[in-house]
């Protein structure tokens, strides 16, 4: 079975300050993991995602994520986050070990980035 | 990516009563899913659509209820039957192995936003 873990419904930070929305994971196997978000009345955008490789992974809109075996975590960063950056963000994982290509969702976490 | 669009957007509807939801893709993609999001709540995955066969629905999703065709690899419906209040949702379409991209990530449609009243 796979699992996600958003810790945090919710995320404050004041503008131009550093962004970091976690996220913890189980699988069987090996992970392929996934960061999207969500704006109001839209769709799920796709950020960014970890397949193999470099742990560090570099996504849309100068989000950035770090793959940490160990930890059994793949945290969102940004370094200095925008208002625009005021969303709804999930974290999703897929066991590659598992049939069927199934993304399991995290419960989302909403930051609001104040000015 | 691929381009993605959902029809209706919107809709508000009566108990008991049926709606389809359309995924349309602007080019062929090997895989297509379907997910519910209820209100404040993450998304779920309801089933696969398989093209040229039955879907494969989740643990707690039913043919009966969620009725899904893929007639072809760039369509797809998903028809939420005799409908309850319990059933309003967003309704997410999503595709992976589209032209040009890679495997392994899921790209998605606006949604269908479903009131049952």
């Known amino acids: 079975a796979q699992s996600v873990a958003q810790p945090e419904d919710q995320v404050n930070v004041a503008e131009g300050n550093p962004l970091t929305v976690k996220c913890t994971y189980s699988?069987?196997?090996?992970?392929?993991l996934f960061w999207y978000v969500q704006y109001p009345n839209r769709g799920l955008q796709f950020l960014l995602k970890?397949?193999?490789?470099?742990?560090l992974v570099k996504g849309s809109y100068g989000f950035e994520a770090e793959f940490n075996k160990s930890q059994t975590s793949f945290h969102l960063k940004k370094p200095s986050a925008l208002v625009s950056d005021s969303a709804l963000y999930f974290c999703?994982?897929?066991?590659?070990?598992?049939?069927?290509?199934?993304?399991?969702f995290g419960g989302g976490t909403r930051v609001l980035v104040k000015p | 990516s691929a381009v993605i669009s959902q029809k209706p957007s919107r809709d508000i509807c009566q108990r008991g009563t049926s709606l389809t939801i359309q995924c349309q893709v602007d080019?062929?993609?090997?895989?297509m899913f379907w997910y519910r999001q209820q209100p404040g709540q993450s998304l779920t995955l309801i089933a696969t659509?398989?093209?040229?066969?039955?879907?494969?629905?989740e643990s707690g999703f039913v043919i009966d209820k969620f009725p899904i065709s893929r007639p072809n690899l760039t369509f797809s419906t998903l028809t939420v039957s005799n409908m309850s209040p319990e059933d309003s949702s967003i309704y997410l379409c999503?595709?992976?192995?589209?032209?040009?991209?890679?495997?392994?990530?899921?790209?998605f449609g606006p949604g269908t936003r479903l009131t049952v009243l």
């Open positions: 999503s595709v992976e192995g589209a032209t040009g991209s890679s495997y392994n990530e899921q790209f």
């Open positions: 699988v069987s196997g090996n992970p392929y």
């Open positions: 970890y397949i193999t490789g470099d742990n």
């Open positions: 999703a994982v897929r066991d590659i070990k598992a049939a069927g290509n199934k993304l399991t």
């Open positions: 080019s062929q993609v090997t895989m």
């Open positions: 659509a398989n093209q040229g066969s039955e879907a494969t629905y």
